[in-house]
């Protein structure tokens, strides 16, 4: 019996039924081992040796992989055909070698780009051995970012409390997504005008112009930068007669993109789909390893991890027969279209993602997918047989019209389509703000020296615009412009630098966050060399080179680490306080630009007026402080806040405001700024008693609190009125969570958009109704019972649960990994899972029972989080032991880059 190794149980299953009884399809749910994650495991004085270890559930899989090879036969490996694909055969190889259950049996890796009966079947018959320089440039890629991950990070973590980690890909990208918000924070927009005018032909069509030359001199964008200039220009084309001094005609040809690689799909997903990269590759993954149509599992398209353009010559076959069919011969170019890559690593230079079978299309197959898994498959079709289609023509116009002095000057363009080409079925995304967008305007037929009548003229204001906040879509782009990564990793790399904290994403364009910005300070002042884009991107040429054969793993290595290491040690001695004053000094231009504020000091304190404002490190990150802490409390978040934004915000708040007297009291009402924000206080200290104090609602401003507001603010939490039910008062005010509304030992948020002030008591009623239907729900009803246990016979079920769905057994849930498809989970799976989740303490445990320290976490890149302090607990004196050994298995880690 043959065993054939793949990484997920979905694509096990379809390939075992292609395959069929004569071979034991097995999957090794992805990389089987990792580095440990702690320190010590690469190891750069002993040439960078590492220790791997496989974690439990990995260690059952490998077992049945064993298992299944001791009964003779063939192993082929059978992973994905990229380098981490590479990298898991190598892994299982490695592993099965070590204990000695490959003796007599003959190991061949297959690659196949899709998972049909066919490009399967031939993958088999074409085994090949494993690649060494492909796992080489795994093995240094790894080894950087591990170490990377765990040298640098602890550097942060002295020196800057409240920074989680930096990474070796990570960092770069978050450098960039700083400095745009660096960009966009000092522009200052500019005005500027345009004017138009309308001219009727002898025709009677008309024709819109811009002005372009104006007292014979050619106009540039800023030159009419007022209204006053606008209009003075506005009145020059109005005193003098035109005609057409000239018409240019061009016909130019618009050739289709090529087909989708790993970063133009995610691009064009985020463009066009509104999908993120993350989620794109995970429905991309689904499309490949197959979906059920009609009964049978079929991998709709090619594998969605490559840098290569090319086409398959059957698959461009296929598409040139689709084109002639659907659209016709005109639409078919007399050549078919070859794409070159742009990546400079062969080995990693696959078939472009396209469908596996290109007459599939997406009406063929709606009935079988959902919207997204849809939107996904058509955009790669479209885009497949669009790269295989004729150009586009278009007749480009640009029609000049021109006093009869020549001093004044006015040009129309305008373009149209006379082939439409592709353009009938694929038209790429624009990017962001295109300085040259082609006119689509249909211009008027005119001649040279027609004389035209001079209509409405058109002055029209504009202002500059600063450049764009990266999107999901953008920053893939720079990253690859740049070099930087490699497409398979940016989504990781994106989803790193949300989990830290360091971005977070504002209408899917990403800002960073203030820690985010100080961690980028920190590195491009003490670590220049490793932000670097021109470092970074070499470091991954290298890597591809180690890929290619051509230089040695442990070389580009050791060059690495001889100067990173040595940047590192010459911040040891660093103190925070030395830290922060070089940050302060160099981030001191940029928070506190000059300006015309009368002669003060952009660091003034707006608060207590003699206080310098500097960066300050808190528990949470960065903020900017007064000097005169504690006395003055002024604290502001990172950016750059004028005088009027601080005034707004009440940090010139540096006395009590007065606002009225409380007609009740007599006391009178003042509005203050203390350390946890602005609030309202009512009368002064009375002895031991304290004065009766609210804070301000969020979103309310210091200029919108009256007399009347304080007030209101301090009679929460008020009474609505008696409950109908049972005659209990319900009340409303606001809590360590927010504003609430309460009935008993009852009670419910209120929604953002509604406030504690103004809610009335129909409101709190159904507010509380919502709540009390909440909790009073029927328990979770299972989704379906997937059979019965063979241990007891009781029933396993399948849940939806908060985070995901699972089986449940007994007092055992498990849940079902994402690459499993709930509806296609078998009786076997589900007793597997639960039988992982039973050994690791599946049952609800009594309350109150410690728990064993975790080992410190790497993430997707590499980097660590810096370890909890927690105090020591005080311990009864034992007798003395020999200590039995025992190795504490760390979560798996990935690559970043």
Not at 120 to 125: E, I, K, N, Q
Not at 713 to 736: M, N, Y
Not at 781 to 790: A, D, F, Y
Request: proline share 7%; net charge positive; aromatic share 6%.
């Amino acid at each position: 019996m043959d065993v054939l190794v793949v990484e997920s149980p979905a694509k096990a299953k379809t390939i075992g039924k292609y395959l069929g009884p004569g071979y034991t399809v097995l999957a090794s749910y992805g990389h089987v081992r990792d580095l440990p994650a702690k320190d010590g495991s690469v190891r750069p004085d002993e040439d960078f040796a590492m220790d791997w270890e496989v974690d439990g559930a990995s260690q059952k899989r490998l077992d049945a992989i064993a298992s299944a090879v001791s009964k003779g036969g063939r192993l082929y490996l059978a992973t994905d055909p990229d380098r981490e694909g590479e990298a898991i055969s190598w892994h299982v190889l490695d592993v099965l070698a070590r204990r000695k259950a490959l003796q007599g049996v003959d190991v061949k890796r297959v690659t196949f780009n899709a998972i049909t009966k066919q490009s399967v079947l031939d993958a088999v018959a074409h085994p090949r051995d494993l690649d060494q320089p492909l796992i080489d440039a795994y093995l240094a890629r790894r080894a950087l970012d591990y170490l990377v991950g765990f040298t640098l990070s602890p550097v942060l973590w002295r020196k800057l409390p409240g920074s989680r980690s930096a990474g070796r890909v990570q960092s770069v990208a978050l450098r960039l997504i700083c400095e745009r918000e660096a960009e966009i924070e000092v522009f200052k927009s500019r005005e500027y005008w345009t004017v138009d005018a309308v001219f009727g032909t002898t025709k009677k069509q008309t024709l819109r112009a811009r002005l372009t030359h104006l007292d014979g001199r050619k106009l540039d964008k800023f030159d009419l930068d007022t209204a006053e200039r606008a209009e003075a220009a506005k009145r020059e084309i109005e005193r003098r007669a035109f005609s057409v001094s000239s018409v240019e005609r061009r016909q130019v040809r618009r050739n289709p993109p090529p087909p989708f690689i790993t970063s133009t799909l995610q691009q064009e997903a985020s463009r066009k789909l509104g999908l993120g990269a993350a989620t794109a590759m995970r429905i991309a993954q689904k499309l490949y390893e197959g979906v059920d149509i009609g009964g049978e599992t079929v991998g709709l398209i090619t594998y969605m991890r490559t840098d290569g353009v090319q086409l398959a010559p059957e698959a461009i076959g296929q598409t040139r027969r689709l084109i002639e069919d659907r659209y016709g011969p005109s639409y078919v170019p007399e050549k078919p279209r070859v794409y070159t890559s742009k990546a400079k690593n062969a080995q990693e230079a696959h078939e472009a993602i396209r469908p596996t079978d290109l007459f599939r299309t997406p009406q063929d197959v709606a009935a079988y997918l959902d919207r997204d898994q849809l939107g996904l498959y058509e955009l790669i079709w479209k885009r497949t047989v669009a790269s295989q289609m004729e150009s586009a023509v278009l007749d480009q116009v640009t029609i000049d019209i021109a006093s009869g002095d020549k001093n004044v000057i006015l040009r129309a363009t305008g373009s149209v389509v006379r082939f439409n080409g592709f353009l009938t079925l694929y038209d790429e995304g624009r990017d962001e703000n295109p300085e040259d967008e082609e006119s689509g305007a249909i211009l008027p037929d005119v001649a040279e020296s027609e004389p035209l009548d001079r209509r409405e003229v058109i002055p029209e204001q504009h202002f500059t615009e600063p450049p764009p906040r990266y999107s999901e879509a953008s920053l893939v782009k720079k990253l690859e412009e740049l070099g930087i990564g490699r497409p398979s990793t940016y989504a990781s790399i994106i989803e790193v630098l949300q989990r830290r904290n360091y971005v977070r994403l504002d209408r899917k364009r990403f800002v960073p966050e203030d820690r985010g910005r100080i961690v980028t300070a920190f590195l491009q002042t003490y670590f220049p060399r490793y932000v670097e884009y021109n470092f970074t991107a070499h470091l991954e040429e290298e890597l591809d080179e180690i890929s290619d054969g051509k230089i040695d793993w442990r070389q580009v290595l050791r060059d690495f680490w001889r100067e990173f290491s040595s940047a590192v040690g010459e911040t040891k001695d660093l103190r925070v306080s030395e830290v922060l004053d070089k940050l302060d000094e160099e981030l001191g231009p940029h928070f506190f630009p000059a300006n015309d504020n009368g002669g003060k000091s952009p660091r003034e304190c707006p608060s207590c007026g003699n206080g310098r404002l500097g960066l300050k490190l808190g528990k949470f990150g960065a903020f900017i402080g007064c000097s005169n802490y504690p006395e003055c409390r002024f604290t502001r978040k990172l950016g750059i806040v004028d005088a009027e934004a601080d005034a707004a915000s009440g940090a010139n708040l540096d006395k009590p405001k007065v606002l009225g007297i409380d007609p009740a009291t007599g006391k009178e009402v003042t509005l203050r700024n203390g350390p946890y924000g602005l609030y309202v206080q009512l009368g002064e200290p009375e002895g031991k008693e304290k004065p009766k104090r609210q804070s301000l609602l969020r979103g309310m401003t210091p200029d919108e609190v009256t007399l009347e507001k304080a007030l209101a603010l301090l009679s929460l939490p008020r009474e609505l009125g008696p409950h109908p039910e049972d005659g209990q008062p319900i009340l409303a005010g606001v809590g360590r969570f927010g504003p609430y509304v309460k009935h008993g030992s009852k009670y419910k948020s209120i929604p953002a958009d509604e406030s504690v002030l103004d809610i009335g008591m129909n409101r709190a009623v159904a507010l509380l109704a919502e709540a009390k239907q909440a909790r009073g729900r029927a328990a979770a009803k299972p989704l379906r019972v997937i059979g019965e246990h063979p241990g007891d016979q009781q029933p396993i079920e399948l849940y939806e649960g908060r985070y995901g769905p699972y089986v449940k057994h007994g007092g055992v849930n498990a849940t079902i990994p994402r690459d499993i498809k709930p509806d296609d989970l078998t009786v076997e799976q589900a007793v597997s899972l639960l039988a992982e989740r039973a050994a690791k303490g599946g049952a609800k445990k009594p309350k109150g029972r410690a728990r064993k320290a975790a080992p410190v976490a790497a993430n997707d890149a590499g980097e660590t989080s810096p370890p909890k302090k927690t105090a020591p607990k005080k311990k009864k004196a034992a007798p003395k032991r020999k200590a039995k050994a025992k190795a504490d298995i760390p979560p798996r880690t990935g690559t970043d880059g």
